[in-house]
């Protein structure tokens, strides 16, 4: 059976006066698949994955969660919804525990429900030795599985995370990559990062954007020469690279691709 799609991108656009930001961008991802979003500084990634969540308005086109416009139906779209921004905003005289119990009370997360949610995650993400511990005070590494804990705590459909391991330790690189795979077995995640170790580690599918544009979309071991992905992407987003031709080359009715462009 065909997996509903989640996540969709369709024509999405951002300007900012005579600068392009993202143009034309396309694809589609179904539930239960776990997509990489990779590209150089200034590619449009977290552009694009702003625009999805509805935190930021395309100048044209249109992102969609679990079949939700997220500009016409925002809130039923965001229940559907985890994200966690690249610098998360979180309240550093809260603790752990406070702050988790303040964002799901805005979920209107049952009582019941939020407080067997909030040892759930907290327990996900290895918070427990810190819930009663001001947030400011954290270690970066800490302040990150907390930004984690919240985009978990309402059991949303989709996550979309942009780079969600940036400040953890290789310890917690590893517990975050096997909390992903098996998180990724009910719901579909797409995360943007620069490391591309994580990419061979967790992703199903792997997207790479360069100057506006999608250069790559299939399965990371089609990036993969000698055991490294290093020189594929280099010469994809690289000075005079290949990417622009490759991106126009997926097929428009892969079930789980998409064509066109993004940045």
Same mark, same amino acid.
């Given at each position: 059976?065909? $997996?509903?799609?989640?996540?969709?991108?369709?024509?999405?656009?951002?300007?900012?006066?005579?600068?392009?930001?993202?143009?034309?961008?396309?694809?589609?991802?179904?539930?239960?698949?776990?997509?990489?979003?990779?590209?150089?500084?200034?590619?449009?990634?977290?552009?694009?994955?702003?625009?999805?969540?509805?935190?930021?308005?395309?100048?044209?086109?249109?992102?969609?969660?679990?079949?939700?416009?997220?500009?016409?139906?925002?809130?039923?779209?965001?229940?559907?919804?985890?994200?966690?921004?690249?610098?998360?905003?979180?309240?550093?005289?809260?603790?752990?525990?406070?702050?988790?119990?303040?964002?799901?009370?805005?979920?209107?997360?049952?009582?019941?429900?939020?407080?067997?949610?909030?040892?759930?995650?907290?327990?996900?993400?290895?918070?427990?030795?810190?819930?009663?511990?001001?947030?400011?005070?954290?270690?970066?590494?800490?302040?990150?599985?907390?930004?984690?804990?919240?985009?978990?705590?309402?059991?949303?459909?989709?996550?979309?995370?942009?780079?969600?391991?940036?400040?953890?330790?290789?310890?917690?690189?590893?517990?975050?990559?096997?909390n992903i795979r098996r998180l990724g077995a009910g719901?579909?995640?797409?995360?943007?990062?620069?490391?591309?170790? $994580?990419?061979?580690?967790?992703?199903?599918?792997?997207?790479?954007?360069?100057?506006?544009?999608?250069?790559?979309?299939?399965?990371?071991?089609?990036?993969?020469?000698?055991?490294?992905?290093?020189?594929?992407?280099?010469?994809?987003?690289?000075?005079?690279?290949?990417?622009?031709?490759?991106?126009?080359?997926?097929?428009?009715?892969?079930?789980?691709?998409?064509?066109? $462009?993004?940045?």
């Amino acid at each position: 059976m065909t $997996e509903p799609i989640m996540i969709e991108a369709r024509d999405l656009s951002k300007f900012y006066g005579p600068f392009v930001a993202v143009e034309s961008v396309r694809f589609a991802i179904p539930r239960g698949q776990i997509v990489a979003f990779l590209g150089p500084n200034g590619a449009g990634k977290t552009t694009t994955m702003k625009m999805l969540t509805g935190y930021l308005a395309p100048s044209g086109g249109t992102a969609e969660i679990a079949g939700l416009d997220v500009h016409r139906e925002r809130l039923d779209a965001t229940r559907r919804l985890g994200y966690l921004p690249e610098n998360g905003p979180l309240y550093p005289d809260m603790t752990p525990a406070e702050l988790l119990r303040f964002f799901g009370e805005a979920r209107e997360i049952p009582p019941g429900r939020l407080s067997s949610r909030i040892k759930e995650v907290s327990a996900l993400c290895a918070l427990d030795e810190v819930m009663e511990k001001p947030i400011g005070k954290l270690s970066r590494g800490f302040r990150q599985r907390v930004g984690v804990a919240q985009a978990l705590l309402h059991d949303p459909d989709v996550l979309i995370m942009d780079e969600p391991t940036a400040g953890l330790d290789p310890n917690q690189i590893r517990d975050f990559r096997q909390n992903i795979r098996r998180l990724g077995a009910g719901k579909t995640v797409l995360i943007s990062t620069h490391i591309l170790r $994580e990419v061979e580690a967790v992703a199903d599918r792997v997207l790479v954007v360069n100057g506006g544009r999608l250069v790559f979309d299939g399965v990371p071991s089609d990036l993969q020469r000698d055991g490294s992905m290093e020189d594929s992407f280099y010469e994809l987003t690289g000075p005079g690279g290949s990417g622009a031709a490759a991106g126009n080359g997926a097929a428009p009715d892969a079930p789980a691709a998409a064509s066109g $462009e993004v940045a």
